[in-house]
């Protein structure tokens, strides 16, 4: 038995530990701040079930074994429980990330008998009047009875509730309902500005004072249940001085693999240009990960430019996101803006400013909720 | 496993040597060959685990009792005098709740 320190919270590099199946791109809901692309009526069609369980045999051979089904809205997929007991018999840990639409009684009793070990369920707004609008549906009474079918079915009780300007002024009321539903993880996640979220930017981004007056209450509820509960709040990150470690490095722990069978090493990485992102269907995950040029592209420090590839910091946060460098000054290479020492930087200031002053107006552009005619109507990208 | 001063020093308070720890509801133990390590898997996360800590893990089923697992460890790899390291290890499992206490 060894004497070293009893567990090592860091996740071993280089694996794909964390695979995420995003299993098709419909969805019955309509959110501003979705990081789906834009484009996303655009790209191929849908893996077939037997795809699906061909990608789960293959990287759990190259050891991953956090598994998310996402989307879109998974239930989505009439096959999710086939996928599911499949994964379980892999030896995966499920984590099943919904907006609840589609989860009946049946479907959650035979996604536990499949082996699903857990629920994450997403809320736009502790009041039916803003979780309906911002989502564009109908949704908030058909969410509250969802959490209680996860509690009647033993799962941990998971919510995700994207923050922005329109609610970020009811994180008081967000937790409280949290608690009533007897949640033991909540995770207020300020929105991250890519895909439709990124074309209501002006709408989303929060002010700092109401950033502020957010994280004070979160605190509070935070020390008033501690060991009951836990709560994460993911800080936007315009708002910092240094970039967030995307991914901890792009193609070091994560492999997502889109609906039409895109292997990507980040969620949004799809809209970086002059990647050819390889595809399930005509490589197996092994070469994909090791070898393909896209996934070693943004691999070491060879791609980076100064001021990052001179950085002292650079092993700490790889330079931050490539896609919000891409987004915001057009070079995927570049630092990420939200770092103070990117020449850069202003961007992001300006839009913090921007926001600074639309908090108390309508901002001149209307909301885009995300919705299939208009993405179609969107241009692609590449 | 002598020593294992940080594990102390972050658990602070002792575990009765009666209590029953457990892996809660929606967490996972298992040995993972591709990390060459036991992992507790948990929503959307997971620790690595080292031998000792896997080896504590491993017994808390909720039937058997911290002096019962020190017995058991002490049997197994030929050892004595460990309690001390097991209830810390315990503690600080507790206190980030990757085992609970069954009554």
New interface residues.
Partial sequence: ????????????RG?P?WLLLELTYRCPLHCVFCYNPTEFAATGAELATADWIRVLREARA??A??L?LSGGEPLVREDLETIVAEAHAL?Y?I?LITSGVGLTEERIRALKAAGL??I?LSFQDSTRELNDFLSSTRTFELKARVAELIRKY???M?LNVVLHRLNIDHVGEILAMAERMGAG?VELANTQYYGWAWLNRAHLLPSRAQLERAEAVTREFRARVAGRM?VYFVVPDYFETRPKACMNGLGSVFLAITPDGTALPCHAARMLPGIDFPNVREHDLRAIWYDSAAFNHFRGEAWMKEPCSSCPERQRDFGGCRCQAYLLTGDAANADPVCELSPHHHLVTAAVAQAERAADGAARAPLIFRDHRISIAVEPRR | ????G??RAAAGAAVAADARPAI???L?L?W?A??EAH?L?????????????A?IMSRCDGMRTVAEIVAD?ERT?S?SGIADDVGA?VA?ALAK?WLELRP
Avoid: W
């Fill in positions: 038995m060894s004497a070293a320190l009893p567990v090592t919270p860091e996740l071993r694996l530990l190259l050891g074994v956090q998310g030896g840990y984590n070990d857990h994450q033993d799962y941990p998971v993880y836990d | 496993m002598s020593g294992d940080a594990g809660p509801r929606g996972k298992q993972e591709a990390q992992v898997l948990f929503p959307e996360g997971q620790v690595l685990l080292n031998g000792s800590a080896e460890i790899h050892l290890f600080l709740r």
